[in-house]
C-alpha cells in the first residue's frame, strides 16, 4: 500500500494533516475509501486521528522511538528464537535468500554518495528480513503485533533521521549478518544477544 510506505518512509512529515478529500485525488479514489485506509493505519500507529480534527501523519521523538525499540527487542527476540526452533531448513534457506537482499541494497547504499534514492528499497527489503526472522513462530498475535509495532519503529527512524549517511549502514550490515550467523548457529542466546545489539542505539 503505497500511503502505508510514505508514511514509513518520511513521504510526509510528522504531524502532516491528512486530508481524504486531498488524498482521493492523488490516489483516484472515493474520499470515503482514502479514510477507511487512514482508520486502518490509525489502528498500527502510523496516524493519528481525533474526532472532529481529523488525521495527521504520527509524530515522532527519540523517546517514542527507543520505546518502540524496547518493545520490538522483545517480539523480536521471542519470534526469532521460536523460528529457529521450529523452522528447520525451509526457513533457514529463506531467511538466508532474504538477507541476500538486503545485504546487496545496503552495500548499494553504503557505496552511494545520496542514499536518499534507495531508502524506500531499503526499507522494504529490511521488513523482509526481519518478517523472515520470526515467520516461523507460530504465534500469530505476536506475528500480527510486530508487524504493527515493526512499520512504528520505520516511520520514528526515518523520521528522525532524515538523511543517512553512507556510514550509517557500515555497523548495520554487521549487525544483520550476526542475526543470521546466530539464527543458523541454533544458539538462542546468542540470537537474542545479536537482536538486542542491532537496536540497542536506538534505546534511551
Known amino acids: 500500500m503505497d500511503l502505508q510506505r510514505r508514511l514509513m518512509t518520511a513521504g510526509f512529515e510528522p504531524g502532516d494533516k491528512l486530508k481524504p478529500s486531498l488524498l482521493q485525488h492523488e490516489y483516484g479514489c472515493s474520499a470515503n475509501t482514502v479514510r477507511d485506509v487512514l482508520l486502518q493505519l490509525?489502528?498500527?500507529?502510523?496516524?493519528?486521528?481525533?474526532?472532529?480534527?481529523?488525521?495527521?501523519?504520527?509524530?515522532?521523538?527519540?523517546?517514542?522511538?527507543?520505546?518502540?525499540?524496547?518493545?520490538?527487542?522483545?517480539?523480536e527476540q521471542e519470534g526469532a528464537v521460536a523460528s529457529m526452533r521450529n523452522?528447520?531448513?525451509?526457513?533457514?534457506?529463506?531467511?538466508?535468500?532474504?538477507?541476500?537482499?538486503?545485504?546487496?541494497?545496503?552495500?548499494?547504499?553504503?557505496?552511494?554518495?545520496?542514499?536518499?534514492?534507495?531508502?524506500?528499497?531499503?526499507?522494504?527489503?529490511?521488513?523482509?528480513?526481519?518478517e523472515t526472522?520470526?515467520?516461523?513462530?507460530?504465534?500469530?498475535?505476536?506475528?500480527?503485533?510486530?508487524?504493527?509495532?515493526?512499520?512504528?519503529?520505520?516511520?520514528?527512524?526515518?523520521?528522525?533521521?532524515r538523511t543517512f549517511s553512507p556510514d550509517y549502514f557500515h555497523p548495520i550490515i554487521k549487525e544483520h549478518q550476526t542475526i543470521v550467523s546466530a539464527a543458523l548457529s541454533g544458539d538462542?542466546?546468542?540470537?537474542?544477544q545479536a537482536i538486542h545489539?542491532?537496536?540497542?542505539?536506538h534505546l534511551i
Not at 90 to 109: C, F, G, P, V
Open 87 to 130: 523452522g528447520g531448513l525451509a526457513w533457514e534457506a529463506r531467511l538466508t535468500a532474504s538477507h541476500h537482499s538486503l545485504l546487496h541494497i545496503e552495500s548499494q547504499i553504503a557505496r552511494s554518495p545520496d542514499p536518499a534514492p534507495f531508502i524506500g528499497f531499503w526499507s522494504d527489503a529490511e521488513r523482509a528480513f526481519h
Open 133 to 161: 526472522l520470526i515467520s516461523e513462530c507460530r504465534m500469530p498475535l505476536l506475528t500480527e503485533t510486530y508487524e504493527s509495532v515493526y512499520m512504528q519503529f520505520r516511520q520514528q527512524l526515518i523520521g528522525l533521521e
Open 42 to 75: 490509525s489502528k498500527v500507529g502510523l496516524v493519528e486521528f481525533e474526532i472532529q480534527r481529523g488525521f495527521r501523519a504520527r509524530r515522532v521523538s527519540p523517546e517514542r522511538r527507543a520505546d518502540v525499540a524496547r518493545f520490538r527487542i522483545i517480539l
Open 197 to 201: 545489539d542491532h537496536q540497542k542505539r
Open 188 to 192: 538462542e542466546d546468542r540470537l537474542r
